[in-house]
């Protein structure tokens, strides 16, 4: 089936360091999304991408949807201690038929050290 | 604008016995999506649902598992007779429409 290959696992980083992430997958997606995560709680709604190229920002994460469609990163410009959590890619694979379902990455885990 | 609610959050049964959880989408929103989380892994897609209608369930387990969403009410996922490998966050999201999903805090089913 398809699958979301979610990288690094996990990041350690100084608090003011720029954090990168990567999903890819052999397959094509019609919308990527990225989610963060806290320790109990539901993944959160960070950045929605609905077309091949497309670069969204929100506050200080910039997220683009990859041109061949079968990739999405998210960048992070100046960590706090805040960003803390578990970062989630996930995508609508395409063709998508009449399902909304969507294939979620393992997760990348950020630290951050003040 | 309430968020998704789920309940309960919390939820302890022995072998056996059935789970029922509980997920009431935000409002206005008409479709709903139930996931699975095990421990340090991303979310597997369970069901999608509308009002009284399941649209695809391709990710639920042919035994024990079965979803609704009535007309009045919140939607219901229920695991009857649960084994210990059924212990896992359970999440609804909703949408009003099929991209943009937005999760509630989960429910975390142990199963002594």
């Known amino acids: 089936g398809q699958q979301l290959n979610q990288s690094p696992q996990s990041m350690f980083i100084q608090e003011g360091e720029d954090v990168s992430m990567n999903c890819t997958s052999s397959?094509?997606?019609?919308?990527w999304l990225w989610y963060k995560q806290d320790p109990g709680e539901g993944p959160v709604l960070l950045i929605a991408?609905?077309?091949?190229?497309e670069l969204t920002s929100n506050g200080r994460l910039t997220a683009q949807f990859g041109i061949t469609r079968k990739d999405s990163f998210l960048n992070i410009s100046a960590s706090i201690p805040s960003d803390v959590g578990i970062y989630f890619c996930?995508?609508?694979?395409?063709?998508?038929?009449?399902?909304?379902?969507?294939?979620f990455g393992q997760g990348t885990t950020l630290q951050v050290k003040p | 604008n309430a968020g998704v609610m789920q309940n309960p959050r919390h939820l302890v049964r022995r072998r056996g016995q059935e789970a029922r959880l509980r997920c009431s989408p935000m409002k206005g929103h008409s479709h709903v999506y139930w996931y699975r989380q095990l421990p340090e892994e991303g979310l597997k897609f369970m069901v999608y649902l509308q009002k009284e209608n399941i649209i695809d369930e391709s990710g639920m387990p042919k035994e024990r598992f079965s979803a609704e969403f009535p007309k009045e009410g919140p939607s219901i996922l229920r695991i009857q007779q649960v084994v210990r490998g059924d212990s896992a966050a359970y999440f609804c999201a909703s949408s009003p429409l099929k991209e943009t999903q937005y999760f509630g805090p989960g429910t975390r089913l142990l199963v002594l």
């Open positions: 996930a995508g609508q694979p395409s063709p998508s038929g009449n399902t909304g379902k969507l294939i």
């Open positions: 397959s094509i997606f019609n919308t």
């Open positions: 991408l609905y077309k091949a190229g």
